[in-house]
């Protein structure tokens, strides 16, 4: 959820070895799990008894209505769980998760997640909080549709987005050539027109001209299959002017 980002919440998003520590100090099992790109992670109404941590990639959290339209409900990125459809007595998740590249996650069965947060405080602790981050975000997404237009809601999630792959790049220690060349240029938001409208909940022609206004504007520029913001500066100047902060 991006309103706001979960950093906000929890300013240190959790790493791998972090998580992999305390699995092991909470003494239960899980696997690595490499997922090709566009691969599916389980189907709504069919129950699934793992929970997923991002160790490397992005997963598209998103529902599809009987009619065929979708709705996004989330890109989780590294350092992002899903899957908590296991605290439930079903198990039945609500949404479909995708890989939208290859993607590497630490699957946690239901026994070993349970065991931890029984036993481990620690991995308890670190749930909870991640659990709250998200209420958070889902409070604030719905505030934000409730008071704000599509021209304001489009620049304020653009920026949030943007601040996320600052935060990706930092927290990115090897590095690759993809990485460093995005870094000479503007933030490259890997999410397109589509992707946006699916977030809002909006038409992607509404996207389409809140784009094409901040292109004008220098802000932004379109790439193929993703948007580039040339000035993080003024996109926030945008979204706090048009958010009435």
């Known amino acids: 959820m991006f309103w706001p980002a979960k950093g906000d919440i929890v300013p240190e998003p959790l790493t791998k070895d972090d998580l992999v520590n305390l699995l092991q100090g909470a003494q239960v099992d899980y696997f690595v799990r490499h997922v090709p790109k566009d691969s599916v992670l389980g189907w709504i109404d069919e129950p699934c008894t793992t929970a997923h941590f991002v160790a490397k990639g992005m997963i598209e959290i998103y529902k599809l209505e009987r009619d065929g339209r979708k709705k996004t409900l989330d890109f989780c990125k590294k350092g992002d769980f899903f899957g908590f459809q296991i605290l439930s007595d079903s198990c039945t998740p609500i949404a479909v998760a995708r890989a939208c590249v290859d993607s590497e996650l630490i699957a946690i069965p239901k026994s070993s997640f349970f065991k ?21 975000a889902m409070t604030n997404e719905t505030v934000s549709s409730a008071f704000y237009a599509t021209a304001q809601r489009v620049p304020m999630l653009l920026l949030s987005l943007g601040r996320d792959e600052l935060e990706a790049r930092a927290s990115d220690e090897q590095g690759s050539p993809r990485a460093a060349e995005d870094a000479v240029g503007g933030v490259i938001v890997k999410q397109n027109n589509t992707d946006i409208a699916n977030i809002l909940g909006i038409s992607r022609n509404s996207v389409t001209t809140s784009i094409c206004r901040l292109q004008e504007q220098g802000v932004v520029r379109k790439r193929r299959n993703s948007i580039e913001i040339l000035d993080m500066e003024r996109l926030e100047n945008i979204a706090t002017l048009e958010s009435g902060e």
């Open 116 to 136: 931890a947060l029984h036993t481990y405080p620690d991995f308890t602790d670190t749930i909870v909080k991640y659990l709250y981050s998200l209420l958070t």
